[in-house]
């Protein structure tokens, strides 16, 4: 019980903190610096934690493709390329319900602080004559924001889960990908399939304007694609992926006339706030270490009846809970996978998928509260078609996980 003592109060100093609304990255801190003074107190520690934090590659990595998804999103919001994109699709498909889930699904592929309040608005325009309840609306715009939380290699959490737990990145997105395609289907059938509405919302643009916004949605999936497919066929590195994904948008918007501001997109990804939260995690995952509780975490699971994946499933769910951003359940939970078998896709996977459910049911997850807020719906009548997506698919992954573990 000795690690486990000072690891509760940790994460309940996390937890108090961000329902102070508190930075995820001060949080962090905070509990790293209380786990510091009950198992070390050393000062030294924290130097160490710190220059190892800053020497080591996976950190500049990480940093680095997040600021190229930042100017990726400024590059294709600033260029009118994604309103283009949701002109083209409306015209594309007549069905009401494949926009409804298509349209916050495709923009969950460009992750941004507080993004479902871009899909949001989207949702509520494509909904706007229907008799739906508002909680139903912030179901979907909140749901299927997140389907690809599991394989696409611009989202943050999936960067740092394969940096951290030391997985191909190639190979986590293809031990996962089917969880997006499963989450689609069960949001379908929960949320959209019961849906009455009219299939008259195609677009009447012709001619330039409709070559123009084809181009657009060309141009908004390019970047997505051209990832991926660096990512997982070529095994090139997040960061090195996406800058040149990015360098190559630049020219492309300029040459399809499109105009982007090179200042506006290199000063308006420096997104501090989320590169210091991020720093932030890096260094409490090494002072985990450096201090000698992530040791003594893993030899405490090791000796515990419960088999490993268990274990793992359970302190994923409930860390993504306790924090509501896959930043935060990766940050912790993946040390301790790496630290058990470095290279584990099977404990990497599950971590993955019990994380994201956690943070999928939590006020701490900023879509939600923004969500919420934007359609003005109660919580836990948003949260309750939520739960029943979650408890689905974390169902149908466990026994699928058992049979291939076994």
Known sequence: MGVFLPLTAAFLLIVLLLRKHVPIGACMLAGGLLLWAAKSGDFSALFVAMKETLSLPRTYDILLALYFVMCLEIELRMSGTLSGMVNALRR?????????????AFLGLLPSLGGARFSAPIVDELSADIPMPQEHKAAINFWFRHIFEFSSPIIPGMIMACNIAGVPFSEFLKHL????????SVGWIILIRPLRLPDELKSKAEGAQKKR?????????APVVSTFLLVVFLDMNASLAMGAVTFVLFFVLRATDRFVAVRDTVVGALDKKMLLNVLCILYFIQILTVTGILPEIVAAFQASPLPVPVIIACVSFIIGVLTGMSQGHVAIVMPIVAAMGTGNLDLAGVAMAF?????????THMCLVVTVDYFRSNFLGTLRPVLLGEIILLTIFSIYTWFTMA
Do not use: N, R, Y
């Open 92 to 104: 594309v498909f007549s069905s009401a319900k494949a926009l409804l889930a298509l349209m916050p």
């Open 355 to 363: 994380g994201v459910a956690g943070q999928m049911l939590t006020p």
């Open 177 to 184: 990908s089917w969880l997006t395609i499963l989450a689609f």
């Open 213 to 221: 916004e084809t181009m657009d949605l060309i141009l908004a999936l």
